[in-house]
């Protein structure tokens, strides 16, 4: 059983309690905040005391108000701050209103956040071919065509996709894609990215190459695709094939229409 307390001890528990701690009366006049209140507000008690909530900056009002987390913006004084709010009306009719410092919590949740999103960019493989996946892509993508925006590049990409994959079940589509995507990681240079955008379609991101030489390295892969051997599951008369789309990037292309101008070329007969 704990032994009685003084008011005296009572009053330095209070004032020195970790959380934020007010007392307010019935008409909404503030007539006591602690030392961690005080720290909380940017403000000194003697500015608080005697005033109604309703007079104080309307910023800080949520905090007697709210039953909730309220966000204080960064200013002058402080920086960016959470806190979760409540209050306890007393049979004498004043209310306890108490505040916590969630700050550390946000930022843990903030950083919890950016360590998802890096887990995500760490994970953008397409499960079946271990390639680069569409985000990855683009991603790499969009940072090739800032570099030739910056120092006016060449870039280059081809669409290769692949025909006729409508005839073959999933696991058909497995076994043929897998050796698709280790020739190609075999046919491009270290600087080049290849990947995998969709079911069919497979896209190749070629930096500091111009849009000539993409004719000749389409007709390389056809030819090499033709070679595969016959995957394990495949139709005895199914033939590999492909339909290539390429574009160079100019200025003023984004990402968007130099994969416009790639997908506008896929079947053509030149």
């Not at 020739?183 to 190459?209: C, H, Y």
């Amino acid at each position: 059983m704990l032994k009685q307390i003084s008011n005296a001890e009572l009053s330095q528990i209070l004032e020195e309690c970790p959380m934020g701690l007010a007392l307010s009366d019935s008409n909404r006049n503030i007539s006591w905040v602690n030392d961690t209140f005080e720290k909380y507000l940017g403000i000194t008690a003697r500015e608080i005391n005697g005033n109604t909530i309703d007079e104080l900056p309307a910023v800080l009002q949520p905090l007697f108000t709210s039953s909730n987390i309220v966000h204080l913006s960064a200013n002058s004084i402080r920086d960016d701050q959470w806190y979760i709010c409540s209050q306890k009306l007393l049979v004498d009719g004043n209310t306890v209103h108490y505040i916590t410092d969630v700050g550390p919590l946000n930022l843990l949740m903030q950083e919890r956040e950016l360590l998802k999103d890096e887990l995500r960019e760490a994970l953008a493989i397409d499960e079946v071919t271990g390639m680069p996946n569409k985000v990855a892509l683009f991603q790499s993508l969009e940072s090739q065509i800032s570099r030739s925006r910056r120092y006016n590049n060449l870039l280059s990409i081809v669409i290769m996709q692949v025909n006729d994959l409508d005839q073959l079940d999933e696991t058909q589509t497995a076994n043929l894609l897998l050796p698709i995507s280790q020739m190609l990681n075999d046919q491009v240079r270290w600087a080049d990215i290849a990947g995998k955008l969709n079911n069919s379609d497979f896209l190749l991101v070629l930096p500091e190459t111009a849009g000539n030489a993409c004719k000749n390295l389409s007709e390389n892969l056809a030819a090499r695709l033709e070679a595969l051997p016959v995957a394990e599951g495949l139709p005895a008369n199914f033939k590999v094939t492909a339909s290539f789309g390429y574009s160079e990037w100019s200025k003023g292309d984004d990402l968007t229409l130099l994969m416009q101008k790639a997908r506008k070329m896929l079947g053509r007969k030149d």
